[in-house]
Structure formats: structure tokens, C-alpha cells
């Protein structure tokens, strides 16, 4: 059985924010979040979040059937936090302590620390040119473990190591526990340190393996806003170099966000400044233009995406085509090959097979038929200060510019709307409705004159 625990209590002062630590986000999820998904994909049985700063609001945050909760009212060191969850472990598990600041740990390195501890404790190091501020490892004649000594507590030889702790371990939970109740704090910080734990194994018999970590993405954590965005760039440089190895075509590494799951399909092109949140899945041949936003949207084959636009769940069928300067709000299904153009908003709408809406529209609670054609500067009028009402346009209907459909309504197919109508009462099939003041040219009109004119 393989019980996680995830240390989340720190105030996080370096970052100079009233948010939680652990909360800030990397690629759109709050750092636990990562560390707890990585934690499932190794199979943990159950997860143990250890909190304090924020408690309310870190708890919110990592609710789930498979995570408890533990509370380090004061915080004290790493093991400390360590003792307030442990009891809550079945003695018979073993235990993974994990940082919920160290967003981006493998699951494979975590797989391997897990396996290295069968035959007693593990922990987890990696070799950084710069160990400044890290507890280091330090090793005996042999190569073998002596102890982790933190940088506060370390001789200037100590110090002289590259060999750092991640603070990553991994013990039967018996034994973790036992060891705990030993571990003093007796140092520069007066805290109860974790990493003494290995030392007491030592002590008592019990090996101490330790894997080395050759990726230091694996042992990053957040600290404070630069070293944020530093690992925000090189993440999305990973899962940008994740999409070019599938073949997607990237503009620019450095110019793409991915704040969620991505799913391409062959042939997929992305243009530089594009931001993707939530779940988001492009078909064969779709490409999305510069400074586009996509968030919970599924593209069809084919489809383009123009310069400028906003897509947000919505679905686009192939072949369509979105703007530029399109913006697509939630409910909003276009269809095969129908086109939403520049300045055209769609919300909780369906056009259909090749229905166009060039430019300067809104179209809200509607659903317009294939072949229909709606003009520039008209909207549906969906709201009556109290409830939406929905439109609904026929088949091969055309809508002249700077109309106004007012809901509840209907144009039947064939129906024709002539420019500058405002439609209150339903249209019938092939019929063409007129709702506009009647035109008056005046004769002998004189234009208004200034005071001073008259002079």
C-alpha cells in the first residue's frame, strides 16, 4: 500500500502575496494540483495534504474523495509537518513525502525513488551547479550515505557540495513514525528537520538508498514570482517541444501557452502568441492564427482559425472558418464550412452547413440554418431584462445589414430581412419583411444655424 504525503503548509513569504503558495499557478493549475496528479498517476492508495497557511482555502482547493486534510497549526520544519499526517497512515504502508512547491517531479523518478526504498528508506538528490540554498548530501569514503546537513548547519567543506537534497523520501510508515518521535531540533533554525530521519535509519542498521536525479525540473520548486515564471517558460518549452515531436507545426516556442490538456491531430499549425486553457482538441489540418485564445473548445478538421480571436466553449465543425476578431462565447456550435468573421460575437448559438456571418454581429440564443446569410450590424435581441428568448432562422435565409431581430422570433427558410428592419413578428418562408421607418425627403429644409451666425 503506497500512502502520499504532500507538505503545503508554507506562508510563502519570497512570493510577497496573500495567496497561498501552493496556489500559485503553473500552466493554469495551482502548484499542488500538479503534484497531486503526479501522485495518482504512481497510484497512490491515499493522499495526505499537510496545511496551514491559507488552510480554508489550500483545503478547498485540493478536495477530493482520495485526499485528507492535516493541519500544522505552527510551523515548525519539514518534520514537524511530517508528524501532523502520519498518524493518520496505516503502519503497514509505505509512506512518499512529497512539496507542494515542486511542481513538475517525474512520475518516473517518483516510481523509482518508491521502488529504491524495498529494503529501507530512500530519498531523492540531484547535482545543481548552483546548491545554494539546499541541504546537502553528504556521503561517506565509500559513496554511501552519512546525512543530509542543511546549508545554515554546513561547514564551509559542507557547503562545497553539489549534491543537494529535494527533500523527497520515501519509508515504511512504522518506522517513519518511530523515527520522527526522535528527530530534535537542535539546530541553527530550531526547526524539526525531515531529513534527520535518515540519518536515525542509519543509525539503527536500516540502508539508505538514494537516487540521483539528471533532471532538475524534478526538483525546482517555487519560491518566489521569477522563479515562478522561469519554470512557467521552460515547462511550456517541454510540452511545445512535446507537440512538434507529434508534428504540430509551432510559429515560436517561446510565444505558445498551454494551460490545460491539448489534443492535435496531423498537420496542425499554431501561430505565434496563442494561449490554450482547459481542455482543447484540434483536428487534422487546423490551424490557429496569431494572438487567438482557445479555452474548453473542440476544432474540427480543417478549420482556420483567424488572427485575433476568441473561442470559449464552443465547438467549431471542419472546415469552418473564425474571424479575425471573432469571439465564440460558451454554447456556440459553427458548422462545417460556415464562417464567423471580424467582429462577429456568438453565444449559446448554432449556425449550420455553410451559414455565414461576415462581420460586426451579434448572435445570441439562436439557431440559424445552412446557407443563411447574416448581414453587418445585426443582432438578436435575446434579453428582455428579465429572461432569454431564443431566434431561429431557416435555411437559406437572408438577413440585410443593421437589422434587429427581437425574441421570440422566427424567419422561416427563404425568408429575406431587408436592411435596417427591426422584426418583432415572425417572418414566413420566402417572404420579405420591411420594418423600418418610411423614408421623407423634404424640400426647402434649412439647416440649423449657430447664434452667432445669424449675426
Not at 55 to 76: G, I, K, N, S, Y
Not at 129 to 146: A, I, L, Q, S
Not at 188 to 217: K, M
Request: proline residues 4%.
Amino acid at each position: 500500500m503506497l500512502e502520499v504525503i504532500i507538505l503545503a503548509a508554507g506562508q510563502g513569504s519570497r512570493m510577497q502575496s496573500s495567496l497561498p503558495k501552493v496556489l500559485h499557478t503553473l500552466a493554469g493549475q495551482p502548484l499542488v494540483a500538479h503534484v497531486l496528479q503526479t501522485a495518482r498517476q504512481i497510484m497512490a492508495d491515499s493522499i495526505h495534504v499537510v496545511v496551514g497557511h491559507g488552510a480554508e482555502t489550500v483545503e478547498a482547493a485540493v478536495a477530493a474523495p482520495d485526499v485528507q486534510c492535516h493541519l500544522q497549526a505552527e510551523q515548525r520544519g519539514t518534520g514537524h509537518a511530517v508528524a501532523q499526517a502520519i498518524g493518520a497512515c496505516d503502519p503497514k504502508s509505505k509512506v512518499l513525502v512529497l512539496f507542494g512547491d515542486v511542481p513538475l517531479i517525474s512520475k518516473t523518478v517518483l516510481t523509482d525513488v518508491v521502488a529504491a526504498s524495498a529494503s529501507g528508506a530512500a530519498m531523492l538528490s540531484a547535482l545543481l551547479e548552483d546548491p545554494t540554498g539546499y541541504g546537502r548530501v553528504v556521503r561517506d569514503r565509500d559513496g554511501e550515505f552519512v546525512a543530509v546537513v542543511e546549508e545554515k548547519d554546513a561547514t564551509p567543506e559542507q557547503r562545497s557540495l553539489v549534491e543537494i537534497n529535494t527533500g523527497v523520501l520515501a519509508a515504511d510508515a512504522m518506522k517513519l513514525a518511530a523515527w520522527l518521535d526522535r528527530v530534535d531540533n537542535h539546530n541553527a533554525q530550531s526547526e524539526y528537520y525531515l531529513p534527520d530521519v535518515l540519518r536515525l535509519a542509519r543509525e539503527d542498521g536500516v540502508p539508505v538508498t538514494v537516487v540521483c536525479s539528471d533532471n532538475d525540473l524534478n526538483v525546482q520548486g517555487v519560491n518566489t514570482p521569477q522563479q515562478l515564471e522561469t519554470l512557467e517558460r521552460r515547462h511550456q518549452r517541454v510540452l511545445a517541444d512535446d507537440l512538434m515531436t507529434g508534428g504540430v507545426l509551432v510559429a515560436d516556442r517561446s510565444r505558445l501557452d498551454i494551460r490545460g490538456r491539448l489534443q492535435c491531430g496531423h498537420d496542425v499549425s499554431i501561430d505565434v502568441n496563442v494561449l490554450f486553457e482547459g481542455d482543447v482538441a484540434l483536428g487534422d489540418g487546423v490551424s490557429i492564427g496569431a494572438n487567438c485564445i482557445v479555452r474548453d473548445a473542440a476544432i474540427g478538421a480543417g478549420a482556420q482559425i483567424l488572427p485575433f480571436s476568441h473561442i470559449e466553449g464552443a465547438e467549431v465543425q471542419a472546415g469552418a472558418v473564425i474571424g479575425p476578431y471573432a469571439r465564440l462565447r460558451p454554447g456556440a456550435v459553427i458548422g462545417e464550412q460556415a464562417k464567423v468573421g471580424n467582429f462577429v460575437e456568438v453565444k449559446n448559438a448554432r449556425l449550420g452547413f455553410a451559414a455565414k456571418a461576415n462581420h460586426l454581429a451579434y448572435l445570441g440564443d439562436a439557431d440559424i440554418g445552412q446557407h443563411s446569410n447574416v448581414g453587418a450590424g445585426t443582432i438578436t435581441c435575446n434579453y428582455d431584462g428579465a429572461n432569454k428568448h431564443r431566434t431561429t432562422i431557416g435555411e437559406n435565409v437572408f438577413v440585410g445589414s443593421n437589422s434587429t431581430l427581437v425574441a421570440p422570433i422566427t424567419v422561416e427558410s427563404g425568408g429575406f430581412v431587408a436592411a435596417g428592419s427591426t422584426v418583432t413578428n415572425d417572418v414566413g418562408a420566402d417572404q420579405l419583411s420591411v420594418a423600418r421607418g418610411r423614408q421623407r425627403n423634404i424640400d426647402g429644409w434649412k439647416r440649423p444655424t449657430r447664434p452667432e451666425e445669424t449675426d
